[in-house]
């Protein structure tokens, strides 16, 4: 995420939509205090949290006073065909996660079965939801809603002609930059989309996200433009395999306020209480 409070923008950091080679160009005016980017243990959530994919109910609860700024404050995030930044979060979990599978290198069967196994065995929300090493499977709209509330003013489909990029520098009122491709993946896991379980298993679990984007005519060509054939029909009558984000948590400075307390001087103070009701 990049914050800028001199020129008043937030950009919003949806994994494996263009978001490192973005924030490459615009980083420069991020302002904020602090960086958002890389890993961290955060004693809130006890668990480690990677900062630069924070979901949008991470931010309200650690940092409150910048989700307020989405009121005032410009907003620009990606979004991209869910199936094709699924085959993007796939390459990425297992080039930073599981590089001795070497899954790139492999056959196109030998790809498949590894894959199919990961994702009837492993990928799960509560995973996605609670260990970093799994946010790029995350679904879009953890990044562009809270709740039923869109926060995301402007939100930008990555389409074939990639005017995306000069887009969001327009509205966030940058000056053109030529934008540097940063980690893109050369090689194709495309092969993967022919098995129905895969196809299945993207259409449920990101139910949410094709109905988001079939929503909005602006957004509609991201799915429209679709890899593999794409029945909404069969999508809008499916029951929602997702089940919606965790209920936005306190903020943070709430919990800060409650670990500043003395529990032992607490309990103590209740102790003597009691002995002089009880005579003692």
Request: proline residues 9%; hydrophobic residues 45%; contains cysteine.
């Amino acid at each position: 995420m990049i914050i800028s409070h001199e020129k008043k923008f937030i950009f919003i950091h949806n994994p494996k939509c263009a978001g490192t080679t973005f924030r490459a160009a615009i980083e420069t005016h991020h302002d904020h205090s602090r960086r958002f980017w890389g890993v961290d243990h955060e004693s809130y959530f006890q668990r480690d949290v990677d900062y630069a994919h924070l979901r949008l109910w991470e931010l309200a609860a650690l940092f409150p006073e910048l989700m307020a700024l989405f009121e005032t404050y410009n907003s620009v995030a990606f979004v991209r065909n869910p199936f094709q930044r699924f085959l993007s979060a796939i390459s990425e979990h297992f080039k930073q996660y599981r590089p001795e599978a070497k899954l790139l290198e492999l056959s196109a069967p030998a790809q498949l079965e590894i894959v199919r196994s990961f994702i009837c065995n492993e990928l799960t929300l509560p995973c996605i939801q609670t260990d970093f090493r799994y946010v790029h499977f995350s679904p879009q709209s953890w990044y562009l809603t809270l709740g039923p509330t869109r926060k995301a003013k402007h939100i930008l489909p990555i389409l074939a002609d990639g005017r995306f990029g000069r887009h969001g520098l327009e509205l966030l009122g940058l000056p053109a930059t030529p934008l540097k491709p940063l980690n893109m993946t050369t090689a194709s896991l495309s092969s993967l989309l022919n098995c129905n379980i895969i196809r299945s298993f993207v259409m449920d679990f990101y139910r949410q996200d094709f109905l988001l984007l079939h929503a909005d005519t602006a957004l509609r060509p991201v799915i429209l433009q679709s890899p593999v054939p794409l029945d909404m029909a069969q999508i809008f009558a499916t029951p929602a395999a997702v089940p919606p984000p965790p209920p936005t948590p306190k903020p943070h400075p709430v919990a800060r306020t409650f670990a500043a307390l003395k529990p032992r001087k607490l309990v103590r103070r209740s102790v003597m209480k009691l002995r002089r009701a009880l005579g003692f």
